[in-house]
């Protein structure tokens, strides 16, 4: 009969803990209706029970919870009591660990989620955890590949490559690895940015010797993987034939004091005036221009004095080379042909017009359309085209004739 009291006092209260230890505790024969009561309401209640119990074992906050906001038995059963003490001590836990690992998500906190992650103590299927666990999963593999390349930029000292992973860098930047890559970026930059400008500059002005000794420079502190090197060293390599051509021909022809083939070779020049062989040659081109311009002079008045003058002169030259030599003789035969043709002619003014062909007379005010051969006048004096004044004269004849 107590039994009966009980059971039923359970059954109307909804108390479904002390129902199931009265069935527990029964010790007759399992018949009667309070039994039966007993036994339908207690399988009633099962699952819900059952899942509250499995929700605090696994300390699942979400479940717990859920199932509170669902409970439909008594309040002061003692299953309800349990799961709402579980909530009022871990609540503020759970809470905290929470926004914890989503403060780490949004921040992109690699190492800070991935130690939120280890330290959860609640339920392993929680659905906050799941989604901050699958993003901390996905970020290791991204993270492990990125950090791996940016450890290696600092190692190689690939200073370039190294900004662009900081700056693309997706994830905390407090942390170790990226700090560290900051910091030496930092200390390279100024050389680098140095290094960086002179290689430009070279390359714009095609200055060989400065580019070659800023690629030297770049390999002795910085990575060659770099891609201000690379197209520096690509432009160095495409100049390197013809620039070489170039510094011989220039040397060839100071060699043998070429004036004409030193004028031509610095005329073709297409590389930097500050480089050391253009201005070398520069200089030695003026040095053999004032020495043939003295050898010509002493020819040219030995023309004018007529007789053995000339053989002299020629003499005096013999120390030259056999090109000069040729040179001479024909600028001698020149001017005794265009001397006769003029004397022979009547027309005085031919001798100045001749003589500023030849670079001797500054005077261009005397006009040259009597001179029937101008073409063979010309001609002659392409004869004497290392002459450092016939070029200019040439152009100022050429517009004045018809």
Known sequence: EKFKEQVYAAIADRHPSRLRTLVASYQFAETGDAWKAAATHNEVWAPDCECLEAALQSRDMVGVEERLRNWTMST?????????????????????????MRQCVQDFDVAGLRDAVAK????????????CRAKQEQWSESYARLSSRLTKMVEQRRVSQ????????????DDKVWITGQQKYELWKPHHGQLCAVLSKATQDRDMPSLQR??????QRFSRQDPCWEEARKTYRSLLPQYKLACEALAAAGQCGDVAALRRGLAQWTYSTSDPVYQMAVQLRHQCQAEFDDRLLDLRAAVLRGGTAVQEALR???DTQENQVQTAQQAAASFRSAAHYAEAAGDQRHIPMLLVLSGMHPDMSETVEALQEYDDAMEICDMLVTDSSWLDLRDELSSAVP
């Open 120 to 131: 959860w103590d609640f339920a392993q299927d929680d659905p906050a955890f799941l989604e």
């Open 76 to 100: 002061s059963d003692t299953l309800y009591v349990r799961a709402r003490e579980f909530v009022h001590h871990w609540n503020k836990r759970y809470s905290e660990s929470v926004k914890r």
């Open 162 to 173: 190294l900004k662009l992973l900081l700056d693309a860098w997706p994830f905390q930047k």
């Open 214 to 219: 800023g690629l030297q420079d770049w390999g």
């Open 316 to 318: 005096r030259w013999s």
